[in-house]
C-alpha cells in the first residue's frame, strides 16, 4: 500500500516548529524522495527536508508571502536540489482537528505540477492527515495515506542490535498448568490449591474447540480417562476433535459423583 515515510530530523523540526507557532497555525515546503519497486513502481515518498517558508500566520490561516516559494526555490538551485523533489506542503492546524477545509483543498489544487503532490496537515496533538494529489490525467487525489516517520536504522546498526538481543534476550518457558477453567459437579468446592499460576488461558490445540484443560481440572480428565480405557492424550485429541463433548463428561461425573455417595 502507498504511504509516505518523513526523515526523522524532519519530522523533529516540524514539530518543534509547529509548537513554538502555537496558537497559530504554521505552513512548510518539503523535498521528497520516490521508493520504487522492482517495476519502478512507487510504493512510497519519504518527506526529507520541510522548510521553513515566510509567511503571515494566525489561528485560522497561514499565507505564504509572495515571493517565498521563490525564494526558496533560488536557495535549493543554489544546493544544486532537483526542484523537481519540491513536491511537498505541510501545515498545521494548530489547536484544531486535522482535516482538510476548502482553503486546503484550494491550495492542493494550486500545488499541480503535472504529476503529483503530497500534502500533509497535521497540529498541536502531533495528529497527521496525509493525501496524496495526482494532476494527470485528471486532478483526483487520495486521503488518509498511511503517514509514518521513518526511523529506519543503518544495516550495520541493525546487525550489533540484533547481536544483543540475541545476547540478552531469552525466552522464558513457561511450564503447562491447567487453567482453573469451568468447574465439574464433582469438583465444587474444591480447595484452590492447583490452580493455574497464569493470566492467560491455555490457547485451543486445534479447530475451534478449547483445550479439554480449560474446560476440566487435570485429575478429572485423568479419571475420565482411566474408566473409558483411554490415555490422557487420547481423550484430549477425542475432545479436540468433538468425538467426545462436554456433556458426557460433565454426565459422567455427576452419575460418578452419585454413585459415589
Ligand atoms: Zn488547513
Known amino acids: 500500500m ?25 505552513g512548510f515546503l518539503g523535498l521528497i524522495d520516490e521508493i520504487r519497486d522492482a517495476n519502478n513502481k512507487i510504493t512510497a515518498v519519504v518527506v526529507s527536508e520541510v522548510f521553513l517558508v515566510e509567511q503571515t500566520v494566525n489561528s485560522t490561516e497561514t499565507t505564504m508571502k509572495d515571493n517565498a516559494v521563490a525564494n526558496l526555490m533560488i536557495e535549493l ?20 482537528q486535522v482535516f482538510w477545509s476548502k482553503t486546503d483543498d484550494d491550495c492542493c489544487a494550486a500545488l499541480a505540477n503535472g504529476t503529483f503532490a503530497v500534502s500533509v496537515v497535521t497540529n ?7 493525501r496524496l494529489d495526482v494532476y494527470s490525467p485528471t486532478h483526483m487525489y487520495l486521503d488518509k495515506v498511511p503517514t509514518e516517520v521513518n526511523y ?17 534476550v531469552t525466552l522464558k518457558v513457561t511450564t503447562f498448568w ?8 464433582k469438583t465444587k468446592g474444591r480447595p484452590k490449591d492447583k490452580e493455574s499460576i497464569f493470566d492467560e488461558q491455555p490457547q485451543p490445540r486445534r479447530g475451534d474447540r478449547p483445550n479439554i484443560y480449560q474446560a476440566f481440572h487435570v485429575e478429572d480428565v485423568q479419571v475420565y480417562a482411566e474408566t473409558h480405557g483411554l490415555t490422557a492424550d ?3 485429541a477425542q475432545y ?16 460418578f459423583q452419585y454413585a459415589g455417595v
Do not use: M
Not at 10 to 17: I, K, S
Not at 124 to 130: F, K, N, R, S, V
Not at 152 to 165: G, I, K, R, T, Y
Open 178 to 185: 491447567p487453567a482453573e477453567g469451568k468447574r465439574t459437579k
Open 240 to 255: 479436540a476433535e468433538g468425538t467426545i463433548d462436554e456433556d458426557e463428561i460433565e454426565d459422567f461425573f455427576y452419575n
Open 234 to 236: 487420547e481423550l484430549e
Open 124 to 130: 498541536a496533538a502531533g495528529d497527521l492527515l496525509t
Open 77 to 96: 538551485a543554489q544546493r544544486d536540489v532537483d526542484l523537481s523533489r519540491l513536491r511537498c506542503w505541510v501545515h498545521s492546524h494548530a489547536d484544531g
Open 152 to 168: 529506519s536504522l543503518a544495516p550495520e546498526v541493525l546487525v550489533a542490535l540484533d547481536a544483543e538481543f540475541k545476547a540478552k
Open 2 to 26: 502507498f504511504r509516505v515515510l518523513i526523515n526523522p530530523e524532519a519530522y523533529a523540526r516540524l514539530r518543534h516548529l509547529v509548537a513554538k507557532s502555537l496558537p497559530n497555525e504554521i
